[in-house]
Nanobody, 115 residues
Framework: VQLQASGGGLVQAGGSLRLSCAAS????????MSWYRQAPGKQRELVAH???????DYVESVKDQFTISRDNAKNTMYLQMNSLRPEDTAVYYC??????????WGQGTQVTVSS
């Protein structure tokens, strides 16, 4: 299965974007799905994840700002990003981990927030 991330772009501070991560097959194979981001010169960090029972967790810096969700019928995971700040600028990656622990990565999508 392949993951395809999309939805990035250029937005002004305070704006919103919704990222999508579409799977080429069923996302029921994934026990957990996540969004990571990597800003220039920084390490890739986990932003949010959602597990098969629907429970979610977020890095502290995006709580109450980002919302992760998954639509099993559409085989797609989303990241709704509101009140964007320049420090949210990064390449965003999606990741799925199957029940055997094998990770699948999507390609990145660039998010740029201008001040």
């Amino acid at each position: 299965v392949q993951l395809q991330a999309s939805g990035g772009g250029l937005v002004q501070a305070g704006g919103s974007l919704r990222l999508s991560c579409a799977a080429s097959g069923s996302i029921f194979r994934f026990n957990a799905m996540s969004w990571y981001r990597q800003a220039p010169g920084k390490q890739r960090e986990l932003v949010a994840h959602i597990i098969s029972d629907g429970s979610t967790d977020y890095v502290e810096s995006v709580k109450d700002q980002f919302t992760i969700s998954r639509d099993n019928a559409k085989n797609t995971m989303y990241l709704q990003m509101n009140s964007l700040r320049p420090e949210d600028t990064a390449v965003y990656y999606c990741r799925g981990v199957d029940y055997g622990g094998y990770p699948y990565w999507g390609q990145g999508t660039q998010v740029t927030v201008s001040s």
